[in-house]
């Protein structure tokens, strides 16, 4: 049991532990489950600090038989790509546990056992190595999640959780036949196996067969993702989900479908994903523009907020099925900074409304003068979502940009709307919720952020500073892995920016281009 | 001299008797249940439940020590192999969750009687009897003795017109399907002129023995009638809603599992040992079958407010996917099919165990809506019915979605590839009823039903707990069981 197999038990073991906890102990189950995410996320920070760059292949492997027939390995693993994502996880579940802290006054235990069984889930998801294993993580995140939304939501709840599971499971299901498919042919859910297989010819699909199961792993996630058209779970999931529930869910869950496609759909089934890379672009570029432009006119703020996410994951799958470098750094950059800044927004909203009780823009006003702290916090979050330079959000869609820029210049103009469109809706968001004039019910309601608040503030503003600032302590490890799931992606030849091969310093190199022009 | 050898031709060996061990335990103690019956009524209503729980946990050592000596009894009626004993096991623990379940039911009802176990038991005899023949005419007795008594269980209430109502329609419809079975029986003595399994096997697979293949053709469709309808397998599914949601709860639960896996497993036997030869002929039956078993099981589900009513409908689509592990006609699928059988009639008498325990007298409440608040109320009872709901969805780490994943795995490895999508796609709709219940019982307020709950009774809770935690084992272990049901696949299957 290495230092990875601990850091997804953790959560597990605690998970049972917490139900275990009487119920009426609720201080003591805050407690518990706090200390439990806060000791993932301590042991996840040694899977960065004894991560080492430039190693082929995945580190803190565990890889032991879990059942012999049909043969599925507990099979673990970390490259940078799962790296940081495992740590966005860990290092969200302590801040959404201090969230909830006095938020959530019925069925307290339930709720915090469900956010480690959430957390469990999301880490085994980006650790698994086992097509099979990571099926079987995929599909527990939706269980707490479901009840997270269904329990504790706001006044449509039900409807938005049962909404969210069958989304999510009617189109994982249809990976599960890809899974099993590619099993029976490849006779091994080893993905390390299945990729080197295909690798050496000895694993083929022929082209019809190869469409459809990039399609079917490609639904499952594009679902996920929320791609343009199939987004529209989001928007009710977040408004109707509790504030942390919100941010577990932009910040990583978001990220799944993401992760899966760059680990999945691109190196299982290069030719389709080349093939079909157009369509999907204008679905990305469409979902950028569209949900910019509906969360220019939402009333809501959690509404305008979910909206925002469309746009900014539009560019992650721009970046993705750009097949360059930069592209596919700047996708994998996006994520983990939308997943700061986007949960914060998130959590800064639910601040809002745990004083004011609403959601609607037009009941704030003047809260700057009546809580300037939570003003000024509000402000650097959401210039980190707008794209300002020096925050985290800017370089992930600068290189996304340019890495789509590399393949179809065309569509980066639209794509560059984007970033336009957020400065305005989030902007006029701003303006018209903390400045203006100051009525009575959010002043009475307006205390100014108190200590456990700015615990879970803090954090997060050090992380957007610290990607917009010193973006090579993440994008390093990240662009190693990328760069060879590029080369695993262009066994058909027809890559745009001829990565294969090279050094996985020279390989680096543009991208740490990008980044200084960042700068 | 003369003597002993005359009288050793009647009384069959030891080794016999051991192979027989389950049925003969189990037909004892009900016999003793009946006599016992004006005995014991009054003083110790609760005797006969727990007689019949020593006697069922008996016959499963008498399973197992009867496959200790597995082979041939009785002249070659009867098979000890490891796919006749996965069955027997299963239907026997089944009995014992049956029971389990029933103390309360029986209590509420005021209808502890011997004959209500005696019943049972002699149920299971007939279903050990058929999982483990060797002969189409003992595949029928056992049958028989087991459709006999289900029909007595199903009505066992008799001042209840639903009951009633029940027990006549199985009663009917029963025995016109087990006809169809018969008269397919009667067809392949003509043509083999055999009726043992192995002996019809051998002909039917000697090229030119047999005059008219279309008549074997035949005899398989009208098998396949009759047997569709004892799992409840669409078209021939109709009488299964009205059945379950008439009888008393925890027969419904026993109904729902035990008499349909004996069905599958003399199913799989019949088809994938004699009728190999004429596969092309009822492959396609199998799958359409399947697909429209699944289809309309998961959307008349959709519908019902009544939960032992959506469980009647969901059992029509589990059922469906049990079809398409057959229709894959393989080792693997056989082993799917075993596995998923175990895993559905863990959550089948789980879940009833629930709707037992909100049902309280009469039967008021088994309404969906019933349901409402059980989450705030009765937390543990509602965490172990999530368990059950999950894996009838078919959600990781269930027994549920290990028995899908392994029975479509099969189907996509014959080739099924429409089959398993359309299959899959199915269980996206049914994990929208599925979750209903979870709905009511997490997300609304509680309701009368809920506030005027009693807490679980023993019975129940082990009724609950073992169901439960098989249900997880089965997910997250699933290894000794699965090569057990690998290792003891049929011999026939291709």
């Known amino acids: 049991m290495n230092l990875l197999d601990l850091v997804i038990a953790i959560p597990a073991v605690g998970f049972v532990l917490t139900l275990v906890i009487p119920r009426a102990q609720e201080q003591a189950i805050r407690m518990f489950t706090l200390a439990v995410s806060l000791l993932a996320f301590v042991l996840s920070i040694g899977l960065a600090t004894g991560f080492q760059s430039g190693q082929p292949g995945q580190q803190f492997v565990t890889d032991v038989v879990w059942i012999a027939n049909p043969e599925i390995h507990w099979h673990v693993g970390i490259d940078g790509l799962s790296l940081w994502l495992i740590i966005l996880s860990t290092f969200l579940t302590p801040i959404c546990i201090l969230i909830s802290w006095r938020l959530i006054k019925e069925r307290s235990k339930e709720f915090f056992a469900f956010l480690l069984l959430l957390e469990f889930g999301l880490i085994g998801v980006f650790a698994a190595w086992d097509l099979f294993v990571f099926y079987v993580f995929w599909e527990i995140v939706l269980v707490p999640m479901y009840f997270l939304i269904g329990i504790w939501g706001h006044d449509r709840r039900i409807y938005a959780a049962v909404k969210f599971f069958l989304y999510t499971f009617a189109a994982s299901v249809l990976m599960l036949t890809g899974i099993i498919f590619v099993y029976n042919r490849a006779g091994t859910f080893d993905y390390a196996q299945i990729l080197s297989a295909i690798a050496s010819g000895k694993l083929t699909f022929t082209h019809l067969e190869e469409t459809l199961l990039f399609l079917g792993f490609f639904l499952a996630f594009a679902v996920k993702v929320p791609l343009w058209p199939v987004h529209t779970w989001l928007p009710d999931a977040h408004v109707e989900a509790p504030s942390p529930g919100s941010v577990m869910l932009a910040s990583v869950m978001l990220k799944m479908g993401c992760y899966g496609l760059i680990r999945f759909c691109l190196p299982m089934f290069p030719t389709a994903a080349h093939e079909n890379a157009w369509w999907i672009q204008i679905l990305a570029i469409i979902g950028i523009l569209y949900g910019a432009l509906v969360a220019m006119v939402q009333p809501n703020l959690k509404k305008l907020v979910a909206y925002s996410s469309v746009s900014h994951l539009g560019f992650v799958v721009l970046g993705i099925f750009s097949f360059t470098q930069l592209g596919l750094d700047g996708a994998t950059y996006v994520m983990l900074a939308h997943g700061i800044s986007t949960g914060a927004l998130f959590m800064l909203v639910g601040f809002l409304y745990e004083r004011r009780h609403s959601l609607a823009i037009v009941d704030y006003g003047g809260v700057a003068t009546a809580a300037p702290w939570l003003t000024t916090m509000f402000m650097i979050t959401m210039l980190a979502s707008v794209g300002l330079p020096t925050l985290c959000n800017f370089i992930g869609e600068f290189l996304v940009l340019q890495g789509a820029a590399q393949a179809h210049f065309t569509w980066t103009i639209f794509a560059a709307l984007g970033p336009i469109f957020a400065a305005c809706y989030l902007l006029w968001m701003f303006q018209r919720v903390f400045f203006g004039e100051l009525s009575d019910e959010v002043k009475h309601h307006m205390p100014d952020l108190n200590l456990r608040e700015w615990a879970c503030v803090v954090p997060l503003v050090i992380m957007m500073v610290w990607m917009g600032v010193y973006t090579q302590t993440f994008l390093a490890p990240v662009s190693e892995a990328n760069m060879k799931i590029l080369n695993q992606t262009s066994t058909t030849a027809r890559v745009v920016m001829p990565a294969a091969g090279g050094a996985p310093a020279a390989g680096g190199a543009p991208a740490a281009g990008g980044m200084k022009h960042a700068r | ?494």
């Open chain 2, 1 to 494: 001299m003369l003597a002993e050898v005359v009288i050793s031709n009647f009384i069959p060996p030891g080794v016999d008797m051991q192979r027989f061990a389950p049925e003969i335990i189990l037909t004892i103690a009900g016999t003793l249940l009946m006599v016992l019956d004006p005995l014991f009524a009054k003083r110790f209503p609760k005797l006969f439940g727990h007689l019949s729980i020593l006697a069922l946990l008996a016959a499963i050592g008498g399973a197992v020590a009867a496959y200790a000596v597995p082979g041939m009894a009785f002249s070659n009626l009867l098979i000890i192999d490891g796919f006749g004993t996965f069955f027997r096991v299963l239907v026997l623990v089944i009995g014992i969750l049956t029971v389990l379940s029933s103390y309360r039911y029986l209590d509420i009802a005021k209808a502890e009687t011997g004959e209500y176990h005696a019943l049972i038991l002699f149920s299971i005899v007939g279903q050990c009897l058929m999982v483990a023949a060797n002969d189409l005419i003992m595949i029928f007795i056992g049958l028989e003795i087991s459709s006999i008594a289900s029909y007595v269980l199903a009505g066992y209430l008799r001042d209840d017109k639903r009951n009633n109502e029940s027990a006549i329609k199985y009663f009917l419809l029963g025995s016109f399907a087990t006809g169809f079975l018969l008269y397919g029986i009667a067809l392949i003595y003509g043509i083999t002129d055999s009726t043992k399994l192995s002996q019809i096997a051998q002909v039917l697979s000697t090229p030119g023995s047999v005059p008219a293949f279309g008549m074997v053709g035949i005899a398989a469709g009208l098998m396949f009638v009759g047997l569709a309808f004892k799992v409840s397998g669409a078209p021939f599914q109709i009488w299964t809603p009205d059945v379950y949601q008439g009888a008393p709860a925890p027969v419904s639960a026993f109904l729902g599992t035990a008499p349909k896996a004996a069905a599958f497993a003399i199913f799989l036997r019949i088809f994938m040992t004699i009728f190999q030869q004429v596969a092309s002929g009822w492959e396609p039956l199998l799958w359409i079958s399947a697909l429209l078993s699944m289809t309309i099981g998961n959307f008349a589900a959709l519908a019902q407010t009544n939960v032992k009513r959506m469980l009647a409908y969901s059992s029509i689509a589990h059922a469906g996917y049990v079809l398409v592990a057959l229709a894959a006609r393989s080792e693997i699928g056989t082993a799917a099919a075993m596995f998923y059988l175990a895993a559905y009639a863990l959550m089948n008498v789980g879940a009833f165990a629930v709707v037992i325990h909100m049902a309280g007298k009469g039967e008021r409440h088994v309404k969906i809506s019933d349901l409402a608040g059980l989450g705030q109320r009765q937390p543990v009872t509602a965490a172990l019915f999530t368990i059950f709901i999950l894996s009838f969805i078919g959600v990781p780490l269930t027994g549920g979605f290990f028995g899908k994943f392994y029975i479509f795995r099969a189907a996509l490895h014959s080739n099924l590839v429409w089959l398993t999508v359309l299959g899959l796609l199915n269980s996206a709709v049914a994990a929208y009823y599925y979750l209903r219940l979870l709905v009511v019982m997490y997300m609304n307020e509680p309701g009368e039903a809920v506030d005027n709950i009693e807490p679980l009774t023993p019975g129940l809770r082990a009724a609950l707990i073992l169901p439960a935690i098989g249900t997880l084992v089965l997910g997250i272990l699933p290894g000794a069981i699965l090569n057990f049901a690998q290792n003891s696949t049929l011999p026939g299957a291709k």
